[in-house]
């Protein structure tokens, strides 16, 4: 039998001569439980919103995106291409061909990100479930049309159920300014808007979507592309996707980046990754303010039980013992309040994840706050509220069993 386990099992649930004891140790146990589950319950919260972010970047980001490791454009042509086009693992291959360019529509100007693309995304494109006005298509019979992003809908004031056209302008490569006609040196292209597209705030103000060949108008080019995006088919796992990839950089070599959607948006992901870490550390900092409610209870324990403690010394019980019995009393009270936390903290993280009871306000793109419970998430949560809850145990023990109890 563990002696010293044993001992602070009896005094954890024991009634102590003080009430106030009692009482002090009880909210110091619910606080690290409602600290335990507040920091499993936001971070499942997090990670819910974390995933819809990615989610809905995916409409516009590719799994893999194909540009040249030096310049910013280049010709898909060749064996390489095609075989990279016919790997088992590549379900759709769209050309695209990016660039910002000075819009004016209907006496309203701007500029936005334009993006060319071939016939194959105008059939498959994943915006094409995110329309909430018109519809997703780029032709009209032959005539070429364009769709945008609704915040810069909104801020060129433009309407799919206006016949008005958007004029596209961009400068041309292969004629100098000229300042007696500035209009002669750029190219221009008009098409009609025929419908506004919603993904993420900033996306939705920059992006239009036009075809491939109007794109290659405009910028004066032939066949060339600023990059080739790859979707993988629904339901692929990392090691798919690592494997495509390589695949892909083994059959092109070193003169093409082959990035996933990590690489595509460096900064945004990573800026991800530090949000949800400041969140777990200023949550930790809470749940060690309130774990000092321990350092008080066991404080005030140590003293009442003066009398038990010359006691044990007189049966032969060293002060490593005694420091080690307080000690586990102190840190029961933090791991019985872990334990309870992490039932909460997990059971309602499951419910809202299950029934979505908690509603999201006013209209956004789900209806209740997206919840994802992650078993890492879980293991930190445990390693930390347990370690701060054995550090701060230490601190009376080590004060008061060799000094007040003598």
């Known amino acids: ?29 619910i606080g690290m439980a409602i600290g335990t589950a507040a ?47 016919s790997l088992p693992e590549v379900e759709a291959y769209f050309q695209v061909l990016e ?45 070429p049309q364009m769709v945008a ?14 016949l008005s056209s958007a004029t596209i302008y961009f400068p041309a490569r292969d004629r100098n300014f000229s300042l007696a006609n500035p209009a002669a040196s750029i190219e221009s292209v008009s098409m009609r808007p025929s419908g506004i597209f919603t993904v993420n705030q900033q996306i939705d103000e920059e992006l239009m979507i036009l075809p491939l060949d109007q794109m290659r108008q405009l910028l004066g080019y032939d066949d060339e592309v600023s990059g080739i995006e790859i979707r993988l088919p629904e339901g692929s796992t990392q090691k798919d996707l690592r494997k495509t990839i390589n695949s892909i950089k083994g059959i092109l070599g070193p ?17 991800m990754r530090y949000e949800k870490a400041a969140i777990f550390l200023i949550l930790i900092f809470i749940i060690i303010i309130i774990a000092f409610n321990i350092f008080g209870s066991l404080t005030m ?12 010394r007189s ?64 293991l930190f949560t445990i390693v930390g509220v347990a370690l701060i809850g054995y550090l701060i145990a230490l601190l009376p023990v080590r004060r008061n069993i060799t000094t007040e109890t003598r």
Not at 47 to 68: H, Y
């Open 1 to 29: 039998m563990n002696l010293p386990l044993f001992i602070a099992g009896r005094y954890l649930f024991a009634k102590k001569s003080h009430n106030v004891i009692n009482i002090i140790s009880a909210i110091s146990a």
């Open 99 to 143: 660039e910002n360019v000075f819009v004016d529509y209907d006496e309203h100007q701007g500029v936005a990100k334009a993006k060319g693309v071939d016939e194959a995304y105008e059939k498959n494109s994943p915006l094409i479930g995110h329309m909430t006005a018109g519809e997703f298509s780029l032709h009209k019979g032959q005539v």
């Open 149 to 162: 992003g609704a915040g810069l809908a909104y801020k060129m004031g433009m309407n799919p159920a206006f």
């Open 255 to 271: 003169e093409f980046k082959v990035l996933d959607r990590f690489k595509q948006n460096t900064s945004l992901y990573k800026m």
């Open 301 to 312: 324990l140590i003293i009442e039980k003066k009398d038990d403690i010359e006691t044990f």
């Open 39 to 85: 920091l499993i319950i936001i971070l499942s919260v997090y990670n819910g919103f974390d995933e819809l972010v990615k989610d809905t970047l995916s409409n516009v980001e590719p799994d893999i995106l194909i540009t040249p490791s030096k310049g910013k454009i280049f010709i898909p042509e060749g064996e390489k291409w095609e075989k990279v086009a």
């Open 315 to 378: 049966l032969g019980a060293t002060d490593k013992m005694l420091r080690g019995t307080f000690h586990l009393e102190g840190w029961l009270i933090s791991l019985l309040g872990l334990v309870a936390g992490l039932v909460v903290g997990i059971g309602f993280a499951l419910l809202q994840q299950r029934f979505g009871f908690i509603r999201m306000p006013g209209n956004f793109l789900v209806n209740a706050y997206p919840v994802i419970v992650k078993w890492s998430d879980i």
